[in-house]
């Protein structure tokens, strides 16, 4: 089970198997382990729909942004593991995806709905085939050299795990969104006979563990590419119970 906001403690004697947690114990304990479990199964069947902007600027904020919000992403960022995670309003995702919409850079938009303590992610990849590699095989006593085909894929995935507060005013994050873009034409070696592609591609990863309010913008994280730099913005909130088992 993912870990529980449900922090008490039980003392008794249990057995399980097949599903079934059976409790020796007098009835007060009993009582107590089925309090437990009710509040768990009621953790867990909470709803949580997550956004998520994947935005990317270039390098000097201070050119494209307001000073004041350029100060606070610049402060955010530079602070290595920082626990720093500013919130935004609207208008400040709004002018950042605006900003890079201008200069033609990349934005990416992801929505996820889960269970509270779900694992769950978005991928949004592009595939191409192409030769990657080669292999000899000997048939007939002749010596050929065969293609093998490999699968690139460039775009973004975005996966998070969310744990929502006892009191339901915060949402506990982990986070991972990663990106892969193809920088230039392929380069292409041929080897007897065999046209053998070699891209070129960017990776970037941006890991971020959080506590943010419910309902609010926040500053995940960002990292640098080049002189680029990619922003991932989240707002986590809580949207529904679940519908109760009959």
């Given at each position: 089970l993912a870990p529980v906001s449900v922090q008490e403690k039980v003392q008794g004697v249990f057995e399980k198997?097949?599903?079934?947690?059976?409790v020796l114990a007098p009835v007060s304990?009993?009582?107590k382990v089925q309090g437990l479990l009710e509040k768990l199964i009621a953790e867990h069947q909470l709803i949580v729909h997550l956004e998520t902007r994947l935005v990317t600027?270039?390098?000097?904020?201070?050119?494209t942004l307001p000073p004041l919000l350029a100060k606070r992403i610049d402060g955010a960022l530079s602070k290595e593991k920082s626990a720093d995670h500013p919130r935004l309003d609207r208008e400040?995702?709004?002018r950042l995806v605006a900003s890079a919409n201008l200069r033609k850079l990349p934005v990416h938009m992801p929505s996820i709905t889960l269970f509270n303590h779900q694992l769950a992610h978005v991928l949004v990849v592009n595939q191409a085939a192409m030769i990657t590699d080669a292999k000899v095989t000997v048939e007939g006593g002749e010596r050929k050299l065969e293609p093998i085909i490999g699968i690139l894929n460039t775009g973004f995935t975005v996966q998070v795990r969310p744990a929502v507060s006892e009191d339901k005013t915060r949402i506990a994050l982990d986070i991972v969104a990663q990106t892969a873009e193809k920088t230039g034409p392929s380069h292409v070696a041929v080897v007897e006979g065999v046209p053998i592609e070699m891209p070129e591609l960017t990776h970037l990863a941006i890991t971020a563990s959080l506590d943010a309010p419910r309902g609010e913008w926040v500053l995940a994280g960002g990292a640098r590419r080049?002189?680029?730099?990619?922003?991932?913005?989240?707002k986590?909130?809580?949207?529904?119970p679940a519908p109760a088992e009959k």
């Open positions: 198997g097949e599903g079934r947690v059976t304990v009993k009582e600027l270039d390098g000097d904020l201070s050119e400040d995702v709004d080049g002189e680029q730099v990619v922003l991932l913005l989240v986590a909130d809580v949207v529904a």
